[in-house]
C-alpha cells in the first residue's frame, strides 16, 4: 500500500447563501479536471470559477504531485476561496480535479464537498459527480449491511465504496464495476495516483466535454471552462463513455451494457442550467436560446409594444422573441449584479423584498406600455408574481407572460434542485389559474414539440425521446428504485453538524 496521505488543510467556513429563494431549478454541480499540466490547480480553480453558476455552495480541487494528494475544500464561492496564491500553491502537482456543489443530496456542510478522496487498497483516490443518483439509498444500505462505514451525505460517496468492494483487479476495472451499479445521472471526474478519468451515465444526462491545452487533456461540465484556461474543445464524452487519461495519452471505452443506445440529455441544460456562452451536447446554449423565443412568438404571438427580458435568464428568448415578432426588444427590469449571495441572513420581512434586491423596474420603458415579459421557467411563481406587480406598478398597461419552456409539473432526480412536486405551480394549476395567480394579461408556456425544434429536432419522438424532459412530461428515463421500491426518503448521513 502506498503511503500517501492527504495533507488536511484549512476548513474555513462562509455562510450558506439563499439562492433557493430566487425560484428556479438548480443545476446541482460542475465539474473539472487537468491531466499534466504544471499549474494544475490553478487552472482547476479557473475551470470551476467558469462553471460557478453551475453551484454555488461550495468548492473543492484535490491535486496529485506523483507522491501525495492535496486537498482543499471550502463552503462558498470559487472566488472567496481559490485566489490567493497562498492556497493554490498548497495544491501541488500536475494532476487535478475539482467540483463546484449546489447540495441536492446531503447538506451543505464541509464533509460533503467534493471532491471526495479515499485511500483504497490500490491507492489514492478522488471522484467528484455532477448528477444524482436514483438507487444511492438502495446500494448504500446493501453496502452498510456488508460493513461499508459512510461519512458524507453525499451520494457520490456511494461511488467510492463500491470502488473499494469492487472485486476486479485493475482499477479502471473497479471503476467500471462501481458504475455500472448506478441508476441516475452521473458525469465523474475521478483521479487515481496514474490516471484521470471522465464518465458519462450511459443515457448522458448530464455533460461532460473533453478539450486540449497544448497536449494536456482537460475535463469540464461546460465549454466555458475550457474557455476560460485558453484550452480548445476536442468533443464531448460520449454517452456510456469512459475515458481514461494517462501518460501514455487517452482511451475510450464503452463498458456498460444498456438496452437502449440512444441518449437522453438534459433539455433543462438549455433551456436554464448552461451558461449561455458554452456548447453542451455540441449545441451553442444561447443560440437555442433564442430559438425557443422564436418558437414562442411563432406559437404564442399576442399585440404588444415591447419585449423585456427577466433578466437574466430571460434574455436570449427574449431577444428571439423580439426578432420574430418585429417588436422592440428593451430592458424593462433591471437586475443588480452586486447583491451578495452572503448579502444577509434574511428575516422574512426582507425576504419578502427579496426582488426588489435583484431586480428593478424601468420605468421609463414600461409606463404606458403593452409588454410580453418572457421568462425562462416558472417554479413556484413567487418570483413571478413580484415581478408583474413591479412592472404593472412602473406604470406597464398590459403584461403578457411568455415561458421559454413547457409548464414543470414535475420533480427531477437527476443532480437538480427542485422543489417537491405539490409546491410547483404548475403542478396544482392550469395555465388559466396560473395566469390569475399571477396577476397577467396572458400567459403562454412553449409546447414540448416548441422545444424540441429549438434544439434541431422535427418535434419530441413519443415512441423514444431524444432528451430527458422529464420535468415537463414526468417519462423518468431511468428507474428511480429509491422511490418505487418504497426506500425511507431520508439524508444519507444521520449526524448533524453542529458547528
Ligand atoms: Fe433535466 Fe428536467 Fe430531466 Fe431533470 S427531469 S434531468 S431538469 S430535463
Redesign the pocket.
Known sequence: MSDNTLPSVSPVLAQPDDAREDDH?HDECGVFGVYEHPDAGALTALGLHALQHRGQEAAGIVSFDGRQFYNERHIGLVGDNFTKQSVIGRLKGSRAIGHTRYSTTGAPVLRNVQPLYAELAGGGFAVAHNGNLTNAQTLQRALQERGSIFQSTSDTETIIHLVAMSAKSAFVDRLIDALSQLEG?YAVVALSEKKLIGARDPLG?RPLVLGDLGGTYVLASETCALDIIGAHYVRDVEPGEVVVITENGLQSMKPFHTTSNHSRF????YVYFARPDSSVNGTNVYSVRKRIGEELARESGVDADIVVPVPDSGTPAAIGYAQEAGLPFELGIIRNHYVGRTFIQPTDSIRHMGVKLKHNANRAMLDGKRVVLVDDSIVRGTTSLKIVQMVREAGAKEVHMRIASPPTRDS?F?G?DTPEKSKLLASRMSIEEMADYIKVDSLAFLSIDGLYRAVGEAGRNGDAPQ?????FTSDYPTSLTDRSGGAEVRQLNRLVEVS
Do not use: R, T
Not at 266 to 269: K, M
Not at 467 to 471: H, K, T
Open positions: 431549478f445521472a444526462v438534459c433539455i433543462f441544460e427531477c437527476y437538480v432528451y430527458c424532459d422529464a420535468c
